[in-house]
């Protein structure tokens, strides 16, 4: 099965022929000039500062979590999460000293928030970086509805 078959099994990693397949992907992606512009204009609008506390919803690997990690150091915290147990493994190997912890769950809409499902999916796509607590907190939740 060639490689690029499996980019449809990132919503199952775990089951999949190569779990590790997708860390790769997402590796070589990360070191593309572009997709590591676009990270850094990430972070920097997230504004985060030393002593603030994040959470990366989504977090893969870890790396995104690391990053975040730097920048509210010191005093800071950050919680990366992931469904993934295969990712979830991968991000503490990678970032055992990076100041970052790790859980594997699942987050979901719950009832009554007012978000749909396929709302918060569509917005997943295009951030996936969340703020748990922020200097402007109730600026940060407008901008993320």
Avoid: N, W
């Amino acid at each position: 099965m060639p490689e690029t078959s499996h980019v449809s099994q990132f919503s199952s990693v775990d089951s999949a022929a190569d779990p590790r397949f997708a860390i790769r992907f997402m590796e070589a992606a990360r070191a593309l000039p572009g997709i590591r512009a676009c990270k850094t204009e990430v972070l920097d609008e997230l504004r985060l500062m030393p002593g603030a506390s994040a959470l990366d919803v989504g977090c893969g690997f870890g790396a995104d979590a690391a990053d975040m990690a730097v920048r509210v150091a010191p005093g800071g915290t950050v919680t990366g999460i992931d469904r993934s147990e295969v990712m979830i493994d991968a991000a503490r190997e990678r970032h055992a000293t990076a100041g970052v912890t790790f859980q594997i769950t699942y987050a979901r809409v719950r009832q009554g928030s007012g978000a749909s499902p396929d709302r918060a999916r569509s917005r997943a796509r295009h951030c996936r970086t969340a703020l748990v607590s922020a200097p402007r907190r109730s600026m940060t939740r407008r901008r993320l509805a």
